[in-house]
Structure formats: structure tokens, C-alpha cells
């Protein structure tokens, strides 16, 4: 495991996060030889994070980030909004990736969608 850094922010919220990061989400980036690294944990309920190994220069990198990571993260109360270091995706587009993605999950040992079989 990565080390994390944590600067500032409640410290519920923060362990919450790191969590997430090491029970739902670093398992499935590291199954690809990527990883991810909490930066930052803001009072103001902001988490920054940033990609490491493969993900760096995946081309999903955007959608793991946007359907994966923020989305999964949100759900943390407290947390206001997910940043990723490196990727740069307007509010809009967030959006869009989020509703093209609908129903899909990167849970593991969950159905990808509510009608899979």
C-alpha cells in the first residue's frame, strides 16, 4: 500500500476515505498494476487524489476516475467533492460520464448492471 498523506479535514472523514480507497477501490486498480494515493482530505470536505502505476497513463483513466473513484467517494458524508491530480474533467462531462454509465458499477462481487443475469 501506497503511504497517504493527510493535511487537513475531519479526521472521520478521513479514515472513512482511506476506507474506501483500501477496501473498494485500490483492489481493483491494483488487479490492472495501478494504484491511487489519497493527497489531501480538506475541512472543507474535498479529497484530492492522484493515479500511480498503469493508471497514470491509462486511457480510462477518466472514466475510472469519474464512475470508480468520485462517484464511490461521494457517497462519504462530508465529502463534498473528488479531484484526481492529472485529470482534468469539467463539471459537464463529469455529468455526462456519470449518466452514460448509469447502473454500472466497479464494485467487486456486484452485478455490472440491475438487469445482468
Known amino acids: 500500500m501506497t503511504a497517504e498523506v493527510r493535511t487537513i479535514?475531519?479526521?472521520?472523514?478521513?479514515?472513512?476515505?482511506?476506507?474506501?480507497v483500501d477496501g473498494d477501490i485500490r483492489p481493483l486498480l491494483k488487479i490492472h498494476g495501478g494504484d491511487?494515493?489519497?493527497?489531501?482530505?480538506?475541512?472543507?470536505?474535498?479529497?484530492?487524489?492522484?493515479?500511480?502505476?498503469?493508471?497514470?497513463?491509462c486511457a480510462l483513466q477518466t472514466v475510472t476516475y469519474a464512475v470508480g473513484i468520485r462517484r464511490r467517494l461521494l457517497e462519504v458524508p462530508d465529502v463534498s467533492d473528488v479531484g484526481m491530480k492529472g485529470v482534468n474533467v469539467s463539471p459537464i462531462?463529469?455529468?455526462?460520464?456519470?449518466?452514460?454509465?448509469?447502473?454500472y458499477t466497479f464494485r467487486m462481487n456486484?452485478?455490472?448492471?440491475?438487469?445482468?443475469?
Not at 36 to 57: I, N, P, S
Not at 110 to 117: I, P, Q
Request: net charge negative.
Open 110 to 117: 456486484t452485478k455490472l448492471r440491475s438487469d445482468a443475469r
Open 9 to 20: 479535514g475531519d479526521s472521520d472523514t478521513y479514515t472513512r476515505v482511506l476506507e474506501i
Open 36 to 57: 491511487v494515493r489519497v493527497l489531501q482530505v480538506g475541512a472543507d470536505g474535498r479529497v484530492e487524489l492522484e493515479f500511480e502505476g498503469a493508471c497514470r497513463g
Open 93 to 103: 462531462a463529469l455529468e455526462r460520464i456519470a449518466q452514460l454509465y448509469e447502473g
